[in-house]
């Protein structure tokens, strides 16, 4: 009869890679020796991993997989601190973003719509570039290298402003799947005083809940602390008062 043979067979993938469908007619699941064997041969190295591991004695066995990239996920915590100053809004969004699955090259930062020509300053490890979509609010970042893990990324711009008045709370957001913490501090610098006006997308807390990685404004007056619980922060009031002659 004919010569019988067993082949073993084993998937790997980098990181980033998920099979999405297969066609293996005339394999089988492969038992914990063939698994062990093939994963040695493989010598575990890193990026690559595992998908499957089977094995056939059919003569003609057929091997077909469709592979899909995986989704980027994580999480960030962002802190904003507006500070109110006699001429302007300045706005620092600090915010440490956490990415698994799947190596991130770059990340879309949403903020509120901005005037032509306002200078959006963004700081990141490994940064590469941004593009700036002022009108939509949009900041696309792009990294030298894919990474995963925890890195810090801070945004800033300022608003010109002219005596007194209402403005709008700032939203700072990462767009993808990323779910996210995120908080206001409210500061003053100045004869300005600030006031928020809470919508219902914003809740008081204490200054001691704001997390740590975030840098205040060093020349501001801390006036109040809130986190960002939905879409509606609501807006900031600010009175300029006229300085006295001295």
């Known amino acids: 009869g004919a010569e019988r043979r067993d082949s073993t067979l084993g998937i790997f993938l980098v990181r980033s890679l998920d099979l999405a469908s ?34 056939t004695d059919a003569p003609a066995p057929v091997v077909r997989a469709r592979v899909s990239h995986r989704r980027t996920r994580g999480e960030y915590r962002a802190v904003t601190h507006l500070l109110a100053a006699e001429n302007r809004l300045r706005i620092r969004c600090d915010l440490v973003v956490a990415v698994v699955d799947c190596g991130l090259s770059e990340l879309a930062i949403r903020g509120p719509a901005l005037p032509e020509g306002t200078a959006v300053s963004v700081q990141a490890e490994g940064l590469a570039g941004v593009e700036h979509d002022l009108g939509q609010g949009l900041h696309r970042v792009r990294f030298a290298k894919p990474w995963l893990g925890l890195r810090p990324v801070r945004v800033e711009w300022d608003v010109p402003r002219q005596g007194s008045g209402d403005a709008a709370i700032p939203i700072v957001e990462i767009d993808g799947d990323f779910g996210g913490e995120r908080f206001l501090v409210l500061q003053s610098q100045g004869s300005v005083e600030a006031r928020a006006q809470p919508g219902p997308g914003l809740v008081a807390v204490d200054g001691d809940e704001i997390p740590g990685f975030a840098r205040e404004w060093s020349e501001g007056r801390f006036l109040g602390a809130w986190r960002l619980v939905g879409a509606e922060p609501g807006t900031v009031e600010t009175v300029l008062y006229e300085r006295s002659p001295v």
Do not use: I, N
């Open 22 to 55: 297969t066609d293996l007619a005339g394999w089988h699941p492969a038992g914990e020796r063939e698994v062990a064997l093939v994963g040695l041969a493989a010598g575990g190295k890193d990026p690559l991993r595992m998908a499957a591991c089977l094995r």
